[in-house]
């Protein structure tokens, strides 16, 4: 097997979730490649036939709820552990393709050729699908639901582009970048909907904090997109005032939060294969070590 693939690639299961529907929303947190952590979480998730009626995410949370959502065991994890290093994915043959370092159409598009998506299934309407992205006019975000997006694909492709090295993508005719721009965990959605029970994946440990610059980099980066440009400057400052206020909840009972069990070393474009396959046995086992304590919630 060749060094770019994960060693482990074979041991990443396969299979479809079940039917069975859990009633509350899931809330998955971005993190590009520390991601891998939360496709673990899911693939556990859904061999436990805990599949919950709705699921929202950010960014890598889009990308992997949508192979959740699909009901696709593995399908995120093989993905990433066997073309992390594939140029038309991460690389040149990405720039020339995409004009991009990453080239999120490779797994919303390519990849249909190797492993297909459910759509069937994404597009379920017992079940909801919903995609956080930064309006890159206004620099606020914007929730794609599945089924009131012209484009869910689109939607979540512009929810993963990373700023400063993606180009931004037109949904419903507006220009989109990273949802993490704006708001980096979707949990007051969640609330906001009304949803009485609220499971949250992140990809940080407890207690992990973003430092907070001064220096207003985008601002000078994005001068033609002002507003999109302030809030990424400050989403280091609102991610950590989430936090703060996921741990109140958390405390309160109002949210099930699960988060990594180790310090996550893992970088936003990681390159070693090996890592990132040990980020994913550890989502995989923390769901494992949390479905009782999970269940009692969602039971109550």
Request: charged share 25%.
């Amino acid at each position: 097997m060749s060094e770019s693939v994960y060693s482990r690639i074979n041991d990443i299961p396969r299979g479809s979730a079940s039917d069975k529907i859990t009633e509350g929303c899931l809330v998955l947190e971005g993190g590009a490649f520390r991601g891998m952590y939360t496709m673990g979480m899911l693939d556990a998730f859904m061999q436990n036939d805990l599949n919950f009626r709705c699921t929202i995410g950010c960014s890598a949370g889009a990308l992997a709820g949508m192979n959740y959502v699909a009901g696709m065991i593995g399908r995120s994890a093989r993905a990433n552990l066997t073309y992390r290093h594939d140029s038309d994915f991460i690389g040149v043959g990405s720039v020339r393709k995409a004009h991009s370092v990453i080239r999120l159409d490779f797994l919303l598009k390519d990849l249909n050729a190797i492993e297909l998506l459910n759509v069937r299934r994404l597009f379920d309407p017992q079940r909801r699908y919903v995609v956080v992205a930064t309006n890159c006019d206004t620099g606020k975000a914007m929730y794609f639901d599945r089924d009131y997006c012209g484009n869910i694909f689109d939607a979540a492709k512009a929810s993963a582009s990373m700023p400063y090295v993606t180009p931004m993508v037109n949904v419903d005719g507006i220009p989109c970048l990273d949802g993490g721009a704006s708001c980096k965990i979707p949990y007051q959605w969640a609330i906001d909907q009304g949803y009485e029970k609220i499971v949250l994946i992140k990809t940080r440990e407890n207690g992990f904090r973003k430092k907070v610059s001064d220096r207003k980099i985008a601002q000078r980066i994005y001068r033609n997109h002002q507003a999109f440009a302030v809030s990424l400057d400050n989403s280091s400052a609102n991610y950590n005032k989430q936090c703060d206020e996921i741990e109140q909840l958390q405390a309160k009972g109002r949210m099930f939060v699960i988060a990594p069990s180790q310090k996550v070393t893992v970088t936003r474009v990681e390159g070693d294969v090996e890592k990132l396959g040990d980020l994913y046995w550890l989502g995989y086992n923390d769901a494992l070590n949390n479905l009782e304590a999970l269940r009692e919630y969602l039971n109550k």
